[in-house]
């Protein structure tokens, strides 16, 4: 685990995730979206934009690097260099198929004594490179010294 006073801008880390059925419907079940493409058997194996962003997130906080720390998701700021946008889906993403998922601290910013703040930007692509999702500046609060 990294302290937030060892996490540098630009530093970069990766996972990988896949989505089951059985997690695509637990996932539309528990977030109650109703949307008739899920009904539809030509396109009901693609997962939801919102899923693929909180399993991205979900993997983030896995990582060997940033578990352990005490972080909050704090917002969703979009990038001035991007005329404000946040998060742009490209290309769908089926069930079972690969993410790879890189993560790239963009910012980092003292808040108080006790805490900084991290922005973070997401990037998935399939296994064959095409680009599945851009999202920048996922904004994190983080405890500067973790917990003991």
Not at 36 to 56: H, K, L, P, Q, V
């Amino acid at each position: 685990m990294k302290k937030f006073s060892e996490l540098k801008v630009g530093e970069e880390f990766f996972s990988t995730c896949t989505f089951s059925k059985k997690e695509l419907e637990s996932y539309l079940a528990f977030s109650r979206i109703k949307n008739t493409i899920f009904d539809d058997d030509e396109y009901n194996s693609i997962i939801s934009g919102r899923a693929i962003i909180a399993r991205m997130e979900g993997e983030f906080t896995r990582l060997s690097q940033i578990y352990g720390n005490m972080i909050l998701l704090y917002g969703m700021d979009g990038d001035t260099n991007w005329e404000n946008r946040n998060t742009r889906f490209l290309k769908p993403l089926h069930i079972d198929e690969i993410l790879k998922i890189k993560f790239t601290i963009s910012d980092k910013k003292e808040i108080d004594d006790e805490f900084g703040m991290i922005a973070v930007d997401f990037e998935g692509k399939k296994e064959n490179g095409d680009l599945v999702v851009i999202s920048k500046k996922n904004l994190y609060r983080i405890k500067k010294e973790p917990p003991r």
